[in-house]
């Protein structure tokens, strides 16, 4: 299936699941789901698969048996290309429209210790410090959880207190629904977003890599 855009019809969907997320209205409303958000969005995935890899497209159901919130389904859909465990490239539609983003999503203690070893080190933090200023520069918002006060044993004035911060670090941007998200051009944009974050994925896995167990 050629992607052709993200329907108006899905951003509407949102709203209106944003209102009434019910059973009854999903069951009322499930072939709109199928039709105008989960099928352009593999269609969309499918369609990058060949430069950055398959994605896992996630399913609709929250997990609630942890969370006070009950509502029994997500309001957003996203899809995930993996590199490793929490690490890799993800796009995802809501009702306030479409989000790309990338980098380092999970933060098991070990992945940690090699981040900020890494960052610390005058080669690779260098590195960093100028990937992350050119995806600022392309447009991309850096995120991430990150500490208010510096880490454990770190100085206060080094200079790459603010990456030493992290504890994962993400950049994406996003585009509100639009003419330009309906129409196969949204393609266009998630594949130059997901292309400028290439070397923050790259730099990732060469080191931090993938939790320990």
Known sequence: MAFRGIPAEAFGFYERLEADNSRSFWNAHSS???MYVREPIRALVGELTPEFGSATVFRPHRDVRFSADKSPYKTYQGAFVERF???GWYVQVSADGLMVSGGFHSHAPDQVERYRAAVDSGRSGSQLVAIVAGLSDG???IG???LKTKPR???ADHRRIELLRHRSLTAGRDWPAGP???????LGLVRQAWQQLVPLIDWLCEHVGPPDS
């Open 32 to 34: 709109d789901y199928q």
């Open 85 to 87: 465990p929490g690490t």
């Open 139 to 141: 447009g991309l918002s």
């Open 144 to 146: 991430g959880d990150r």
């Open 153 to 155: 044993g770190v100085a």
């Open 180 to 186: 330009l998200i309906y129409d196969r051009a949204a």
